[in-house]
């Protein structure tokens, strides 16, 4: 995903962890496909036999509104979940097969166009024939410079290669525009080192089973190459990743971008976190000292650093070398034979997120080629399916929902007048991007070879950190996006002061040019508001009208800022994802509020677009209602026991239930359009409600 790797510098509408595929188990009978613009619902772009009209709203609007869905969707066994975010994953994933197949119609023996290194580069994947008999052998280069380590300052340097490799690195380094100066790009380091997907899964006794899973499935990725004392080594790298767990901070903590912004210079981390050479590490990952220190190093979790270093000066070298070799294994067992690719996937995605099969190869092959060259796909994408139409009509939409932002905040009942005044100049620099950027990226220096699957992919890692190292003592380019336009999705940057919609979200029911109006404003609406209001949340409002980590606020403000967030996050601690599995209302804190806002600046938006003239009514459902129902259906979800647990302790998202029945009950005008009563379930009193935006 790009830059988008780390913690919280761009916040995203919606996790999704699952490998693409392509299905129609979350159609129905109101949903019909165009070639031009994806699914389109019909009567009025809201899926009327989705709903389970037994129910009342008051009680449980998510099911009411798309409960015969839900219940109709089968989840693939490639899947971990399965929704409308995937269904048109799904056909972006087949549009971008179709290119690539369209691409490799040519035999092509030594690729060197851009189009032709796609073309290679997936037909290499695909060539499951010659993957199989290469076994191992291409880790072994790699596998070999692990076992010729002797000192630490080597394991440093190796490490440190990993920005370039599918070598194993503890820590996280990421390029990116410096949180107090956005004009420049400074390091960011970043805790790292374990294998599962959270510190929890170490130290929590509910998730022992995985632990132990975890510790097979090293053994086994090691007895693949013929490490020796295969079994007793993968004890020692658990017990090394659990100490490393313990030092880690909490994911709630990481949301803090006042706490993760330490300026270091390598001289004092070296101070401040010994037993690990810096020094080493930065020339593996090409950096001098001198360009570490002249970029600065913003340190993410210092304790944890310091805890980290401290660790790996004290372990062994022999259990060092055992752990970067099965870290390389386990980051490019995609690459490998089916002996590899099978055992990631047992662990990886059957053990951890309860993935009954494996993914067909092609679309593992899509999905390769595009992680490598995604940029280079999404320009042959816009071209081939995304109509100047669409971009026209959102960016009209976008414009509506900044107005309607602007009045929220000139009517803002609980912030001052200087604050609120900022907070306006804010939303006046507030950019939004939609479709594609503005510039592509030049693939001439990326070598893509005939046959060398593994070779091919750590190139492209390395040319993306190439890129990216480029980047250090130039000005930041503010047209430059993090996600492709094949992405769907959308994000925030909050250096930028702006939000981004790439092209594939802006599909149905996301977005419909020929539907109902309402529904476009609950659906897209809903995610421009979500995404505006990011600016807005408990990061987000840390950030000035230049994208500057500033305290605007005055302090009165914000006090009643958290008590608000308080009262909401509350709302969402009580909320039970699976019996005795609760949502944790600090981790989501951010997209609960950006959640709330949007459905509420939604509302405000299509009000707006009437000019005072009377709401339709279609099929006896008021415009109102059409809007709720347009939010709604954009969170139409099935998920794997497995996987909502794990989704509970890392995902910053709420679950899709969530995300419907918690901001709407918070919402007046939900009640007057549903006649929700006090002895609902969903109903909450007029003090009760939470109103931030």
Known sequence: MSRLKNKVRQSVLFSSLSSLMLASSLATPAMAATAEHGPAIKPWGFDLAGRDTTLLP?????????????????????????????????????RVRDILADLAKKRIVAPQTTEQKLAVYYTSFMNEKAVEALGARPLQDDLAAIRALKTSAEFAHLIGTGQTSFQFSAFSLYIQPDAKDPTRFALTLDQGGLGMPDRDYYLKPEFAAKKTAYEAYIAKMLTLVGWQDAEARAKDIVALESKLAEVHWPRVDLRDPDKTYNPFTVASLTEKAPGFDWSAWLDGAGLTVQQADAARIIVGEPSAITGQAKLLGAAPLPVLQAWLAFHLINNSASTLSSAFVNASYDFN????????????????????????????????????????????????????????????????????????????????????????????????????????????????????????????????????????????????????NEVVFPASILQPPFFDPHADDAVNYGAIGGVIGHEMTHSFDDEGRKFDENGRLSDWWTKEDAARFEKLGERLGAQYDAFEVLPGVHLNGKLTMGENIADLGGLTLALDAYHASLTGKDMPILNGISGDQRVFLGWAQVWRMKVREDRARQLAVIDPHSAPAARVNLPAHNIDAWYKAWNVQPDQKLYLSPDQRVKIW
């Not at 409308?84 to 972006?92: E, G, M, N, P, Q």
């Open 58 to 94: 008051g009680n449980d609007f998510f099911d009411y509104a798309n409960g015969q869905a839900v219940k109709a969707i089968t989840i693939p066994p490639d899947r971990t979940s399965f929704g409308v975010f995937d269904a048109l994953r799904d056909l972006s994933q087949k």
């Open 349 to 496: 995605r059957k053990t951890i997120a309860g993935q009954p099969k494996l993914a067909a190869r092609w679309k593992r092959a899509t999905d390769a080629t595009d992680n490598a060259m995604g940029w280079a796909i999404g320009k042959i994408y816009v071209d081939r399916y995304f109509p100047p139409e669409s971009k026209v009509k959102m960016e009209a939409l976008t414009t509506r929902l900044k107005a309607a932002f602007r009045v929220r905040l000139q009517n803002n009942s609980w912030m001052s007048e200087a604050t609120k005044q900022h907070a306006l100049v804010k939303l006046d620099h507030f950019d939004i991007q939609v479709g594609y950027p503005k510039k592509s990226r030049d693939y001439s220096d990326l070598t893509v070879t005939s046959g060398d699957v593994y070779g091919n992919a750590a190139r492209a890692v390395a040319f993306e950190w190439r890129y990216w190292l480029a980047h250090l003592g130039k000005p930041v380019d503010r047209d430059e996006w993090d996600m492709t336009p094949q992405t769907v999705n959308a994000y925030n940057n909050p250096v930028f």
